[in-house]
């Protein structure tokens, strides 16, 4: 079964509004989440890295003051979408790092945003 | 540096027939490599690893990939393709003196032809 819960899978919003997404380690206790947005038919650009109980850390060129993140305990992490425009309609996924070097990411299903 | 290069970003095969993606990498030390499966609209589902364990790594539907240092490849294939297969393919390598991060290639989509 999955090991990462992501949610929503699909959100439509207004332009200006803000998204939240929950990124869920179900069970691992993880101080670590990547995220990623995904352009159609490219890879994944990792946008951050989440740690629990501190500042996230962002990739260049990644807005901070757009893309806020909250990982608040080892198994929640949250991405949200603040003041969206259509430019950041997106598919955006969750990813957790089980903290071995030779351990696989496990992936949440990944949320698809569309911003009208 | 650390990197992965896929070669060919659209592969297409008939159904039945042998089923090659290429994947090779770019690491400074002896990386951990990964290939990955993604549907539409979904995230990324392990297929296989390579931890240095074996060369020839088996994975899930039939999926097998061969660590080859001298090369610095690490190629997907599949004897016999399914409609099923049909798929976007990412390898990925990671390398923990970069703090475990991973770098992913661009990715294959594999289309399999009745």
């Known amino acids: 079964g999955a090991v990462v819960s992501q949610h929503p899978s699909w959100v439509i919003c207004k332009s200006g509004t803000s998204v939240k997404i929950e990124c869920r380690s179900l069970?691992?206790?993880?101080?670590?989440m990547f995220w990623y947005r995904q352009f159609p038919k490219q890879s994944l650009m990792l946008m951050a890295t989440?740690?629990?109980?501190?500042?996230?850390?962002?990739e260049q060129g990644v807005e901070k003051d757009k893309f806020l993140i909250n990982h608040a305990s080892l198994t929640l992490s949250t991405l949200t979408v603040t003041s969206a425009h259509p430019e950041d309609s997106s598919f955006y996924i969750c990813?957790?790092?089980?903290?071995?070097?030779?351990?696989?990411?496990?992936f949440g299903n990944g949320t698809r945003l569309t911003v009208t | 540096a650390q990197s992965v290069t896929q070669l060919g970003s659209h592969v297409s095969v008939s159904e039945g027939a042998l089923v090659l993606l290429r994947c090779n990498y770019s690491?400074?030390?002896?990386?951990?490599l990964f290939w990955y499966v993604q549907y539409p609209n979904q995230g990324l589902q392990l297929l296989l690893k390579?931890?240095?364990?074996?060369?020839l790594v088996k994975g899930i539907n039939g999926f097998e990939a061969e660590f080859k240092k001298s090369e610095t490849s690490f190629h997907l294939t599949k004897p016999s393709a399914h409609m099923s297969d049909a798929a976007e393919y990412f390898c990925?390598?990671?390398?923990?003196?970069?703090?475990?991060?991973?770098?992913f290639g661009t990715g294959t989509s594999l289309t399999v032809i009745p």
């Open positions: 990813s957790v790092p089980r903290g071995e070097a030779n351990s696989p990411l496990h």
């Open positions: 690491s400074s030390v002896p990386p951990y």
């Open positions: 989440s740690n629990e109980g501190s500042k996230a850390t962002y």
């Open positions: 069970d691992f206790q993880a101080t670590t």
């Open positions: 990925a390598v990671s390398v923990w003196d970069t703090g475990n991060q991973f770098y």
């Open positions: 390579y931890t240095s364990a074996a060369t």
